[in-house]
């Protein structure tokens, strides 16, 4: 079962911010984020393991709680470049890195 | 840098032919995995492979098989075309977990866009 996605669609001004979320009704292991712009493959953004810290790089940061089975990536002051669509891609325990994605969230940003 | 690529970004085919998806990755990565994606649908997994030989189904296998003779080619096979099966094929390859549970992630090829007529 895919896990699903929060909000389906969201468009930005330049330098505002954003959050995604990524649910699972399956306990997780880990929770991988990707950015995939129009045409191109699916980029890796980061990792969120179960028993891991937040994890983050420059303006764009990741959560996982445990408990509620949910990540969410956090987009702040966002840039033009950050426009495309995120995936959360989910690992269940024992999963053995094979992977569940969600539906996907489309982020547009604009001047 | 891990490299995955696929023998073609657009292919066209009819129904009924027999369509082959080439997929090679460079990192000597155990893993290796097949998914469609579809508007509104995200990735769905169609077949993945642990090792040489080995496969598994996905979510979505029916109408496809696939082949893994060399460790970093994996293949995608539509035995009959239809129309359904129009639809954006991303290969992705990933070493194996140290134990069950892994901590790096899957990297993508450049995905094939089959359009079955």
């Known amino acids: 079962q895919q896990p699903v996605q929060s909000p389906q669609a969201v468009i930005l001004r330049e330098g505002e911010d954003a959050v995604i979320n990524c649910s699972s009704s399956?306990?997780?292991?880990?929770v991988h984020w990707y950015r995939q712009k129009h045409g191109e493959a699916p980029v890796f953004l980061m990792i969120?393991?179960?028993?891991?810290e937040q994890k983050g790089h420059e303006k764009i940061s990741a959560s996982f709680n445990e408990k509620k089975q949910q990540s969410s990536l956090y987009l702040t002051a966002s840039q033009l470049s950050y426009s495309g669509t995120y995936f959360c891609?989910?690992?269940?325990?024992?999963?053995?890195?094979?992977?569940?994605f969600g539906t996907g969230t489309q982020l547009k940003v604009e001047l | 840098d891990v490299k995955v690529t696929q023998s073609s970004r657009y292919l066209v085919k009819r129904t009924g032919e027999k369509v082959f998806l080439e997929c090679v990755q460079d990192?000597?990565?155990?893993?290796m995995f097949w998914y469609r994606q579809d508007p509104g649908l995200g990735l769905r997994l169609i077949y993945f492979?642990?090792?040489?030989?080995?496969?598994e189904k996905g979510d979505i296998p029916e109408g496809y098989s696939v082949s893994r003779e060399k460790k970093e080619r994996f293949s995608l096979i539509l035995e009959s075309a239809s129309t359904n099966q129009t639809s954006m094929y991303l290969c992705?390859?990933?070493?194996?977990?140290?134990?069950?549970?892994?901590?790096?992630?899957?990297?993508f090829g450049p995905g094939t866009r089959l359009t079955v007529l």
């Open positions: 992705a390859s990933s070493p194996a977990p140290g134990d069950s549970y892994s901590t790096d992630t899957q990297y």
């Open positions: 990192m000597d990565h155990e893993n």
């Open positions: 399956k306990a997780l292991y880990s």
């Open positions: 492979s642990y090792d040489v030989k080995m496969k």
């Open positions: 891609g989910t690992e269940r325990m024992g999963g053995g890195n094979k992977l569940t």
């Open positions: 969120l393991l179960k028993g891991g």
